[in-house]
Nanobody
Framework: QDQLVESGGGLVQAGESLRLSCAASGRMLSANSMAWYRQAPGKQRELVATIVGGGITNYGDSVKGRFSISRDKAFKTMYLQMNALKPEDSAVYYC?????????WGQGIRVTVSS
């Protein structure tokens, strides 16, 4: 069973930046598409950003203009650059990669933004 490994979360002050990383194991097939989600306690899981093989990206309305998703050319590592962070961005962030065998998820990494 493959698991994605996330890193880069933490506690920051409003207006600061963080960069999340998500890495697949070497034995996984390369991903065809990648996505970042987030979920705060008591709230629904929210789609934050996606990127597909052609490099096309999409963003949720709440983060558009502040966050940026990217990946390596092998489609085995993905990133989320988060700028101008707000307290409402506080959540557990999950990465997801999709390949021919299905969906793979990270364990979740916490981002906390203080006022």
């Amino acid at each position: 069973q493959d698991q994605l490994v996330e890193s880069g979360g933490g506690l920051v002050q409003a207006g600061e930046s963080l960069r999340l990383s998500c890495a697949a194991s070497g034995r996984m097939l390369s991903a065809n598409s990648m996505a970042w989600y987030r979920q705060a306690p008591g709230k629904q899981r929210e789609l934050v950003a996606t990127i597909v093989g052609g490099g096309i990206t999409n963003y949720g309305d709440s983060v558009k203009g502040r966050f940026s998703i990217s990946r390596d050319k092998a489609f085995k590592t993905m990133y989320l650059q988060m700028n101008a962070l707000k307290p409402e961005d506080s959540a557990v962030y999950y990465c997801k990669m999709t390949n021919a065998w299905g969906d793979y998820w990270g364990q979740g990494i916490r981002v906390t933004v203080s006022s």
